[in-house]
């Protein structure tokens, strides 16, 4: 039986559609995406997952009221939809310990480096790599970790590098980590899980 995966999103949704196409391409054969959850109505990622034929959900922060309230309601959808793994993909909400206890082991996030470099609060997307950059290292990349309560301070799976360029800005950087990091390593981490909760079933 494939594992059940919800994607949580935020945004543009490309890490998303790599998870997708390499679904589609058999590279994923543990694993079935069920659910496309986001915490914005207009995250372009919902698009990537309708043209999928995948379900959608939205659950505001706003609608919510709290963030207690929020987490619950995300937690519920995961659990009326039967979902055994979390993938993060560009979800810019850090969940707190309470949620991330529902899950051991069972939530991945892709960070826009290789942690220990350039991560933890206050770290995400563009902001990665202007500090890279600023701070003049040769190489970065990316990795994918299990979430636990700590932001970006779970066990690591997988990394890749990718080399700095001299003209590099922060938006070519990010191009090129997205291209030959992220979307690699996720679906390759996605399938890593799915194989081994599905052999603990
Ligand atoms: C990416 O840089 C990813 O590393 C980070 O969120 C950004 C947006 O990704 N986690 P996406 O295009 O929405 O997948």
Redesign the pocket.
Same mark, same amino acid.
């Given at each position: 039986m494939r594992t059940k995966i919800a994607v949580l999103?935020? $945004?543009?949704?490309?890490?998303?559609q790599a998870l997708l196409d390499a679904e589609a391409a058999g590279s994923i054969p543990d694993g079935e995406i069920k659910l496309v959850l986001s915490n914005k109505a207009d995250a372009f +990622?919902l698009e990537r997952a309708k043209k999928a034929g995948v379900a959608t959900a939205v659950i505001t922060r706003k609608a919510a009221g709290s963030k207690e309230a929020f987490e619950q309601m995300i937690h519920q959808t995961l659990l009326d939809n039967q979902i055994e793994m979390i993938i993060l +993909? $560009?979800f810019m909400c850090i969940l707190s310990q309470s949620f991330t206890e529902k899950w051991p082991g069972r939530i991945l996030n892709?960070?826009?480096s290789l942690i220990p470099a350039f991560c933890g609060e206050g770290f995400?997307?563009l902001k990665v790599h202007e500090e890279a950059l600023k701070r003049g290292v040769k190489v970065t990349g990316?990795t994918v970790h299990i979430v636990n309560e700590i932001p970006d301070g779970g066990p690591i799976l997988l990394q890749k590098a990718v080399d700095i360029l001299p003209d590099d800005t922060p938006e070519i950087l990010?191009r090129r980590v997205?291209e030959q990091a992220?979307w690699i390593l996720l679906p390759k981490a996605a399938e890593l899980v799915a194989k081994q909760i599905s052999e603990e079933k």
């Amino acid at each position: 039986m494939r594992t059940k995966i919800a994607v949580l999103v935020s $945004g543009g949704g490309t890490n998303l559609q790599a998870l997708l196409d390499a679904e589609a391409a058999g590279s994923i054969p543990d694993g079935e995406i069920k659910l496309v959850l986001s915490n914005k109505a207009d995250a372009f +990622a919902l698009e990537r997952a309708k043209k999928a034929g995948v379900a959608t959900a939205v659950i505001t922060r706003k609608a919510a009221g709290s963030k207690e309230a929020f987490e619950q309601m995300i937690h519920q959808t995961l659990l009326d939809n039967q979902i055994e793994m979390i993938i993060l +993909a $560009g979800f810019m909400c850090i969940l707190s310990q309470s949620f991330t206890e529902k899950w051991p082991g069972r939530i991945l996030n892709i960070h826009p480096s290789l942690i220990p470099a350039f991560c933890g609060e206050g770290f995400y997307g563009l902001k990665v790599h202007e500090e890279a950059l600023k701070r003049g290292v040769k190489v970065t990349g990316a990795t994918v970790h299990i979430v636990n309560e700590i932001p970006d301070g779970g066990p690591i799976l997988l990394q890749k590098a990718v080399d700095i360029l001299p003209d590099d800005t922060p938006e070519i950087l990010q191009r090129r980590v997205m291209e030959q990091a992220e979307w690699i390593l996720l679906p390759k981490a996605a399938e890593l899980v799915a194989k081994q909760i599905s052999e603990e079933k």
